[in-house]
C-alpha cells in the first residue's frame, strides 16, 4: 500500500532543449505544486530505472525524446514491467508510447488522420499530392522529417519510413486530457509559428473528433495530447497522438486554466496511486 502521502519519482530532463520551448519551466511549476500533496523526487531519466524501487509510481514528464537512449528507455520499460512498478502514463500506450505504427493502423481502420503508408509500393492508397511528407517510423520532435515533391517520391529508396501527402491546413490545434477528461485546447493561428499558441475554444464537433483517439487509445489514467490540423474544408485530420511525455504549453494558457489543470493532474496521480494495478504485457 502506497504511504500516506505517496512517493512520486518525477522523470524530467531539466536540461532538454526544443525549438520554441522551455521544457523545464514547465516541471519546474509542476512539480512545485504538486509537492503539496506527495512525497517528490525529481531524476533524469537515464537515472529512473535505479531509483524506481523507492517510490510508489514513476510519472515520466518532460523526458525529451527516448530517441536518444532508446537502450536505457527499454531498459527502464522492461525493469518496469517485471517489478510492477506505476508508471504514468500507464505502458499499454498503443500511440507515440509504441512509434509511429498507430498512424498506419488508423488509417486501414478509417479514422480521420492524415492518410499514411509505409512504402511507395503503398503510395496508391494515398490521395495524389505534389509533395509528400516522409517521416522516420520512430521519430519525434520532426527530427528526420522532409519533404519530397510528387514527382521523386516513387524513387524513393529510404526504408523503415511513413510517408504522407503533404496537406494544406488553416492551423494546428491540441486538445489536452487527463484521464479521459478534456481539460484545454490551443492553436497555432499562424502555420509558420507553431509554437506560438494561444487558448482555443473546441467545439462539440471538436471533442467529438479528439476523444475518437482518447477512447481508442484507452489509457484510463494519464495525459494525452491530441494534436491535429485544420483543413481549407474545415475538417480535422489527426496529426499525432502523444501518450508519452507530451508538452502541456502551460504558458499559453491563463492562470485560472493552469490551476485547473494542475487540479486535474493531482487528483488524476492520487487515483492512480490508489488504484489496484493491472497486468501489462510488453
Not at 504538486?34 to 518532460?62: G, I, Q
Not at 503510395?123 to 520532426?142: F, N, Q
Not at 504549453?249 to 492562470?255: G, N, R
Request: hydrophobic content about 45%.
Amino acid at each position: 500500500m502506497p504511504a500516506a502521502r505517496p512517493r512520486l519519482l518525477y522523470v524530467t530532463d531539466l536540461a532538454y532543449r526544443a525549438r520554441g520551448r522551455r521544457y523545464c519551466d514547465e516541471d519546474i511549476h509542476l512539480t512545485s505544486r504538486l509537492r503539496a500533496h506527495f512525497d517528490l523526487a525529481l531524476c533524469h531519466p537515464l537515472d529512473a530505472a535505479a531509483l524506481m524501487a523507492d517510490h510508489d509510481a514513476v510519472v515520466v514528464r518532460n523526458s525529451g525524446p527516448v530517441l536518444g537512449y532508446p537502450r536505457e528507455y527499454e531498459a527502464f520499460r522492461a525493469r518496469a514491467l517485471a517489478t510492477g512498478a506505476r508508471v504514468y502514463n500507464p505502458l499499454t500506450g498503443k500511440a507515440d508510447m509504441a512509434g509511429k505504427q498507430y498512424l498506419l493502423d488508423l488509417t486501414a481502420a478509417g479514422f480521420p488522420v492524415i492518410p499514411t503508408v509505409d512504402s511507395v509500393e503503398g503510395l496508391h492508397r494515398l490521395p495524389p499530392a505534389t509533395r509528400y511528407v516522409v517521416k522516420p517510423r520512430l521519430g519525434a520532435d520532426s527530427l528526420g522529417l522532409r519533404t519530397v515533391p510528387g514527382s521523386r517520391i516513387a524513387s524513393l529508396t529510404a526504408s523503415d519510413v511513413l510517408i504522407q501527402p503533404r496537406v494544406d491546413f488553416v492551423h494546428e490545434v491540441s486538445f489536452y486530457f487527463v484521464d479521459d477528461d478534456f481539460q484545454y485546447a490551443l492553436y497555432a493561428p499562424d502555420p509558420r509559428r507553431r509554437w506560438e499558441l494561444r487558448p482555443y475554444a473546441a467545439t462539440a464537433a471538436d471533442l467529438e473528433f479528439a476523444r475518437r483517439f482518447i477512447d481508442w487509445n484507452d489509457l484510463g489514467h494519464g495525459i494525452q495530447r491530441v494534436d491535429a490540423c485544420r483543413t481549407d474544408d474545415g475538417g480535422l485530420l489527426l496529426v499525432e497522438l502523444e501518450d508519452l511525455n507530451p508538452y502541456l504549453s502551460l504558458d499559453a494558457l491563463p492562470e485560472e486554466a493552469r490551476d485547473a489543470f494542475v487540479t486535474a493532474f493531482t487528483a488524476s496521480l492520487n487515483r492512480f496511486v490508489q488504484a489496484v494495478p493491472s497486468p501489462v504485457l510488453g
